[in-house]
Antibody
C-alpha cells in the first residue's frame, strides 16, 4: 500500500516561493500505473487540485495556478515536489500530496486520488 | 474551471439514508463517468469513498453508493452511522487530465 508524506517549511513570507516535497513509500514513483499530484485546502474551505506529474516529467496544472506552479519529480529519491511562486496570504492552506491511478479503460486519463499524505499546513505571513 | 456545486450541509438520523448532490456542467460531470467522492473528518486527510461514479474501493462500506444523471452526481449513504459525520467532497474529471472539486458538504448525524 502506498504511503505519502509531505515535508517543507510551515511558514513562507509574502512574494516568496513555497516549496514542498512528497516522499513516496510502499511503491515506486517510477511506476507506470500512477501520476502524482498536489491538492490544497485553505483553512475552513474546500479542496483545490493544483497539479499532477508522471515519473517521466509530464505535468498537468490547474489553469488558475499554472503561471505560478512548478511540479517536478526525483525518481532517485522517490519524491516529487511543488513550487508555488509569488505567494500571498490567499495561498495559506493545508497542502496534500496524493497518487492518481492511470485509468487505462478511459484512454489513460487521471481522474481521482486514491492515496493521500497527511497534509502539511503552510502559512504565508511576514 | 468552476467548482462543482454541492449543498453546504445535510443531516440525518442514525439508520436513515441521505443523498448529497454534486452539480457540474456538460464540460465535466455531464461528459465523463469520472466522478469521485471523498470523506474528510476534521483534521484528517480526505479518503476516497467512490470513483468512476459508483465504484467503491476495497474496504469502503457498501452503505456508500454513487450515481449520476446528466450534469449531477450523487452520493447516497444508507444506514447512517455516527462515524459518517464528516465533510464530503465530489470531484469530476474536466478534460485534459484536469479535475475540479465541489465546494464540500458537511454531514451531520443527528
Amino acid at each position: 500500500q502506498l504511503q505519502l508524506q509531505e515535508s517543507g517549511p510551515g511558514l513562507v513570507k509574502p512574494s516568496e516561493t513555497l516549496s514542498l516535497t512528497c516522499t513516496v513509500s510502499g511503491g515506486s514513483i517510477s511506476s507506470s500505473s500512477y501520476y502524482w499530484g498536489w491538492i490544497r485546502q485553505p483553512p475552513g474551505k474546500g479542496l483545490e487540485w493544483i497539479g499532477s506529474i508522471y515519473y517521466s516529467g509530464s505535468t498537468y496544472y490547474n489553469p488558475s495556478l499554472k503561471s505560478r506552479v512548478t511540479i517536478s519529480v526525483d525518481t532517485s529519491k522517490n519524491q516529487f515536489s511543488l513550487k508555488l511562486s509569488s505567494v500571498t496570504a490567499a495561498d495559506t492552506a493545508v497542502y496534500y500530496c496524493a497518487s492518481l491511478p492511470i485509468m487505462i479503460t478511459f484512454g489513460g486519463v487521471i481522474a481521482y486520488f486514491d492515496y493521500w499524505g497527511q497534509g502539511t499546513l503552510v502559512t504565508v505571513s511576514s | 474551471q468552476s467548482a462543482l456545486t454541492q449543498p453546504a450541509s445535510v443531516s440525518g438520523s442514525p439508520g436513515q439514508s441521505i443523498t448529497i448532490s454534486c452539480t457540474g456542467t456538460s464540460s465535466d460531470v455531464g461528459s465523463y463517468n469520472l466522478v469521485s467522492w471523498y470523506q474528510q473528518h476534521p483534521g484528517k486527510a480526505p479518503k476516497l469513498m467512490i470513483y468512476e461514479v459508483s465504484k467503491r474501493p476495497s474496504g469502503v462500506s457498501n452503505r456508500f453508493s454513487g450515481s449520476k444523471s446528466g450534469n449531477t452526481a450523487s452520493l447516497t449513504i444508507s444506514g447512517l452511522q455516527a462515524e459518517d459525520e464528516a465533510d464530503y467532497y465530489c470531484c469530476s474529471y474536466a478534460g485534459s487530465s484536469t479535475c475540479v472539486f465541489g465546494g464540500g458538504t458537511k454531514l451531520t448525524v443527528l
